[in-house]
């Protein structure tokens, strides 16, 4: 109970100011997927000075989490995945940080009946989701992750 509030409090924090999706990357960083909801935003920076990747959830000017703590260059534990479907595809960046799984997806289906959409970020807790912060934004995972990260086989995840 108390690591699901823990989870819950990273992503459901109390409104503060009212922020863009975009505005959280720093002016040496590249917008690698940003995710706006509410006053809440979930953003993937990519810094080309250190080649590295780095995660921040915010509301308003506060950070609520921050991974890796400061971008120390080539590395970090992000890893990308994708799957492609009929009219689409699916796309996850994962890191792991004190127990929890994050993945970072977004996903396109198209068929003759409908069309599916959606972006979030998902926390998961041994392999079950604890929390599905999903983005009101239109937003995707970028080129430069797919460019720049580690690539693992594709894990379908729990987005409740």
Request: overall charge neutral; charged content about 25%.
């Amino acid at each position: 109970m108390i690591k699901r509030m823990a989870v819950s409090l990273f992503l459901s924090c109390g409104l503060l100011d009212y922020v863009q999706a975009g505005e959280f990357c720093r002016t040496n960083e590249e917008v690698a997927f940003n995710c706006k909801h509410n006053q809440k935003i979930a953003e993937l920076c990519y810094s080309k000075d250190t080649n590295s990747f780095i995660y921040r959830f915010r509301s308003g000017n506060k950070v609520y989490l921050a991974y890796p703590e400061k971008m120390s260059g080539p590395g970090g534990e992000f890893f990308v995945s994708s799957r492609p479907y009929p009219g689409g595809g699916e796309g996850h960046v994962k890191f792991t940080k004190n127990g929890y799984t994050y993945f970072i997806y977004d996903k396109n289906l198209t068929t003759r009946e409908s069309f599916e959409t959606g972006a979030g970020v998902v926390a998961e807790k041994d392999g079950k989701s604890v929390e599905n912060f999903r983005c009101s934004n239109d937003a995707s995972i970028h080129a430069t992750a797919y460019e720049h990260l580690r690539e693992e086989t594709y894990k379908g995840i729990d987005r409740e």
